[in-house]
């Protein structure tokens, strides 16, 4: 079972994807220092991630955000992009599920989702519209992508990279080792994690330094000893697969020892909503419910994926 691969490759197309053999809340997000503040009178809801040309090499991400085209994977990448504003209109009032009539469009939606977390719906709206929601979701697929991520979901366990929806039993074992001491070697690992490294590409690796979580949302200790970095699409339906299947066991075993860390890598070439998604969930992380709109997100993903954007 594949699961979802990032863009990579040259500049005139996306690589082809990778195959996979199987297949919250503590502080809020620290608020990034650029770029600057939404410009009075800008519409609100108008920065999303632009499709960023994930490479290796001499090429960069796309630092731009995006507003208003979706691209398709197979389209050609580009490696910039401007920003651009919406048209003005202010966007309809929800209909959501409270009203037992479906939304009509992505912001319908995450303002329905908004108003079940009892958020403040002006901030949340605010949030949306800020350059600097979408700097902290672009700063994570910048990191990703210098860390080799190539499909989503992608974890790191301290420096044990796992690919893939593996199951819990895999988590248990790898965090097992790590709360002992972390090997340096396959020697001391299952056959099962032994397959995952001998794969093509691999889908387990021990590289060489943990990933810096310092601006993702943590549930658990920061300090933990066992950190566990996720890289993660919202739309994403392997990434669901391993939240429906594997998560709660994993969420078993936070606190002191072991913790969690959520970083935004959103393929929106091949899941367009997947940036707004992320910016749904930094704004409602911005009120101390990231872990609750990540949860609706994902429960409600059939919902609100195909919808359009206005």
Known sequence: MPEDPAPTGSPTGPADPATNPIGE????????????RRAAGQPLWSYFLTPAAVLVGSLIIAAAVWVDSDTEAESKISDG????SVATTPAPAPTTSAGNSSPTDVLVA????????????????????DAESAAIINTHLQRGSQLGVSGTPTFFINNK???????????????AAELKGSPTSLDGYSASVRQLAASN????????????VSDAFIEGDPGAKVMIAEFSDFQCPFCKQ??????????????????????????????????????????????GKFAQMHDILFNRQTEWAKLPSD
């Open 242 to 287: 391993w939240v429906d299947a594997t998560l709660k066991r994993v969420r078993s075993q936070l606190g002191k020892d072991v913790a969690l860390a959520f970083l935004h890598f959103p393929i929106v070439q091949i899941h367009p909503n997947a940036g707004k998604a992320s910016l749904a969930a930094v704004c409602a992380g911005e009120q």
């Open 161 to 175: 990279k796992v690919v893939g929806a593996q199951p819990a039993a895999i988590f248990d074992e790898i965090i």
């Open 81 to 84: 992009a401007d920003a651009a």
């Open 25 to 36: 809340p503590s502080a809020p997000y620290p608020v990034p220092s650029t770029p600057g």
């Open 201 to 212: 590409p691999p889908r387990f690796e021990i590289v060489p330094s943990k990933v810096d």
């Open 110 to 129: 995450f303002l329905g989702y908004a108003g079940q977390l009892n958020l403040d719906q002006q901030a949340f709206r605010q949030c949306l519209g």
